[in-house]
Nanobody, 124 residues
Framework: QVQLVESGGGLVQAGGSLRLSCAAS????????MGWFRQAPGKEREFVAA????????YYADSVKGRFTISRDNAKNTMYLQMNSLKPEDTAVYYC?????????????????WGQGTQVTVSS
């Protein structure tokens, strides 16, 4: 069973930066694609970024392209989301997710495992 634990959320001023971490345990070679999603109060869950663990390929939502960077550390079995130039509209609970298979996806329903989430609040 894959378990995902997020950390690194917090309160930051607009224009600031945060780095989120997602520690993955129980991941196998088949659990190759991982991603970040977010959900703001009163809004639907939104795709942020995804990465192929084996190939390092990445995929971003247009709203974060150029500001956020997704990466992974194989030795630590940890995925990261570096968030720069943060805006108040980035405020949300951020979730990491993993899916069986290599294909990157922006669809939440295609992911099999989810973390509990970490709150990111950006003040104006």
């Amino acid at each position: 069973q894959v378990q995902l634990v997020e950390s690194g959320g917090g309160l930051v001023q607009a224009g600031g930066s945060l780095r989120l971490s997602c520690a993955a345990s129980g991941r196998t070679l088949s659990t190759d694609a991982m991603g970040w999603f977010r959900q703001a109060p009163g809004k639907e869950r939104e795709f942020v970024a995804a990465i192929s663990w084996s190939r390092g390929l990445t995929y971003y939502a247009d709203s974060v392209k150029g500001r956020f960077t997704i990466s992974r550390d194989n030795a630590k079995n940890t995925m990261y989301l570096q968030m720069n130039s943060l805006k108040p509209e980035d405020t949300a609970v951020y979730y990491c997710a993993a899916r069986n298979g290599p294909r990157l996806s922006g669809l939440g329903e295609s992911y099999d495992y989810w973390g509990q989430g970490t709150q990111v609040t950006v003040s104006s």
